[in-house]
């Protein structure tokens, strides 16, 4: 049952994930990315803050399974890992945003349900043969919804590709880190470190304009509040009763919310090959899902 519940919180983070991409979008039109990753992750760090001072219980609730300490300082040490991995993942993904449309940019962003079973391979993890057909049927439908046939690896592109890396690295850490730390403290951590070195590098890079803030508010709200604090957490808290190969496929259905959103805010048309795309992702989904008893 708590499995079950973790994978629909997952669900949940997905959908909040996928409509970012729109708020991404229309953010980075007048803001830098520093200034836009920096912004949320202190709106979401402040969020968590109010809700442990309100709702300590709900903070007990969350500490780590595994009580033994592995080295030392080990939940300022983690917390600052996720955190830096996270902080590069958003960087790159928020730069490449603002050259490439978000239906795109959600697809190349999943493309982490291939990296992160290779690289959980070489950390001894197994990959069962239904998580196979899903990957298979997921990549399959993933390249039907967003990839058009004049697809090309252009500037933006790459960069929504190289923190796809960055992300698939976090999930796993994320995956280590979750039964070690307490969520909630995990999730703050991440977000300090996220906004400290964010907003570093927009102060002296970017600079901020009162106006341009004021007028993408609603935007900065939504990517801080939704998609950095309440979002990243959900990740943590579920991640403590799923795998990371499961997690992976689940969270890939960010590509289709990102395409929903694109279609239903931004204006975007929807083709058949991306209807039929979608379909393909969602089974493949659910085949991954079949598991082995002892799994």
């Known amino acids: ?24 979008n229309l953010a980075s039109k007048l803001l830098g990315s520093f200034s836009v990753v920096g912004f949320r992750a202190l709106i979401a760090s402040i969020l968590l ?12 609730s969350q500490e780590a399974k595994i009580k033994i300490q592995t080295f030392k300082n080990q939940n300022i040490v983690l917390s600052f890992v996720c955190g830096l991995t996270l ?13 490439t449309s978000a239906s795109k940019a959600g697809f190349i ?7 992160v079973p290779i690289i959980g391979l070489f950390l001894g993890h197994k990959i069962d043969r239904n998580f196979l057909w899903g990957l298979i049927l997921s ?15 252009e500037y933006g ?9 960055l992300f698939a690295a976090h999930i796993l850490i994320i995956g280590y880190s979750a039964t ?3 969520s909630m403290y995990l999730s703050i951590g991440q977000l300090i470190t996220v906004a ?16 341009d803030i004021v007028s993408i508010l609603k935007e900065l709200l939504a990517l801080g509040l939704l998609s950095s604090g309440i979002a990243y957490t959900l990740q943590i808290i579920a991640q403590r009763n799923v795998p990371a190969n499961t997690a992976s496929l689940i969270l890939s259905l960010e590509a289709v919310f990102a395409t929903l959103g694109a279609i239903f805010i931004l204006g975007e048309s929807l083709s058949i090959r991306e209807i039929t795309g979608m379909l393909i992702l969602f089974i493949g989904i659910l085949v991954s899902q079949i598991k082995k008893r002892d799994n």
């Open 109 to 115: 962003s999943v493309m982490y349900i291939c990296i």
């Open 196 to 211: 400290i070195f964010s907003l570093t590098f927009a102060f002296f890079t970017e600079g901020f304009v009162l106006s």
């Open 157 to 165: 592109d790459f960069l929504i590709l190289l923190s796809t890396f």
């Open 139 to 153: 990549i399959i439908g993933l390249y039907l919804l967003s990839i058009k046939e004049d697809f090309t690896l």
């Open 87 to 99: 902080f590069l993942g958003m960087y790159i993904q928020q730069a490449g945003v603002a050259y």
């Open 1 to 24: 049952m708590r499995k079950f519940i973790s994978e629909i919180l997952l669900v949940i983070t997905t959908l909040i994930w996928g409509l970012s991409f729109v708020w991404q």
């Open 49 to 60: 803050l109010v809700i442990v001072k309100l709702f300590p219980t709900l903070y007990k």
């Open 180 to 182: 070690r730390v307490n």
